[in-house]
């Protein structure tokens, strides 16, 4: 009997015209409102510029290697916004060396900001930008050679093939010749600047330089010997020709 009469339902004749007045003005309210409001466009945002590396560290409660986990995350994704994606050559590249710098700060024996700026952002089709993160790339490397070398390399092979810029990349080969001086560089790294002079057709520079290299005693890796030996011999065959 109870259930029957609470679940009974009241006709809409019981309902007050007062409330059903206010629900129709409600209801037309609400959308002249929606009709009025213009259809949103998804609008990219600029990248801001990042704090200090201390106030990343004191906001991670002083858990700075998993804050540079997290910004690395972050900046990586930033292209992917609501609404929309972003282009890489559509960002601000002088701003994410900012941040790279930060995120580096944060975890000093981390590689990924070197990383992202050699094989992401330097991989852009635009050339200026290209530019300036090659050029991050060489300022990271006079930091630290021993520790960017392989970062470099990468960077000459850009401006080599991406760039067209010879003397761009035999600027950063001699870098890594004079500046790498680690038992653990590999000598293909050190010995690329005599290829790059040879593809410049600097045939007598290149095997002065080799001569001089083998001449020194300073090359105690066998394998390295050798490759100069051979270096010298092709070298010494084309200025013949």
């Known amino acids: 009997m109870l259930n029957a009469l609470f679940n009974k ?17 409600a209801l037309a309210l609400q959308l002249l409102w929606h009709n009025q409001q213009g259809v949103k466009v998804a609008q990219a945002e600029d990248l801001p510029a990042p704090l200090s590396a ?22 990586q994704a930033f292209d992917n916004q609501p609404g ?3 282009s890489f050559h559509q960002l601000d590249y002088v701003r994410i ?12 024996r981390g ?25 991050y790339i060489y300022q990271k490397f006079n930091e630290n050679p021993n520790r960017h070398w392989r970062w ?14 010879m003397h761009l990349a035999l600027e950063y080969a001699r870098a890594l010749s004079e500046k790498a001086t680690d038992k653990h560089v590999p000598y293909w790294a050190r010995d690329m ?13 290149a095997k002065v330089l080799v001569g001089a290299l083998i001449e020194s005693g300073d090359i105690n890796d066998p394998y390295e010997l050798r ?8 070298l010494e065959e084309k200025s013949t020709n």
């Open 193 to 205: 600047h005599f290829i790059l002079l040879e593809d410049m057709g600097e045939i007598e520079t």
């Open 97 to 108: 060396t900012q941040w790279l710098d930060v995120i580096m700060e944060l975890d000093p």
């Open 9 to 25: 339902d009241r006709p809409l004749r019981d309902v007050p015209i007062s409330i059903s007045l206010f629900l129709v003005v």
């Open 227 to 234: 490759f100069l030996t051979e270096k010298i011999r092709e």
């Open 54 to 75: 201390d106030a990343y560290s004191m906001a991670s409660l002083k858990e700075p290697i998993a804050m540079s986990k997290l910004l690395n995350l972050w900046l």
């Open 152 to 165: 470099l390399a990468h960077a000459a092979t850009v401006a080599k093939h991406s760039l067209k810029d």
């Open 84 to 86: 929309l994606s972003l």
């Open 111 to 135: 590689s990924y900001p070197m990383l992202v700026a050699a094989r992401v952002y330097g991989r852009v089709t635009d050339k200026t930008r290209q530019r300036i993160m090659l050029d």
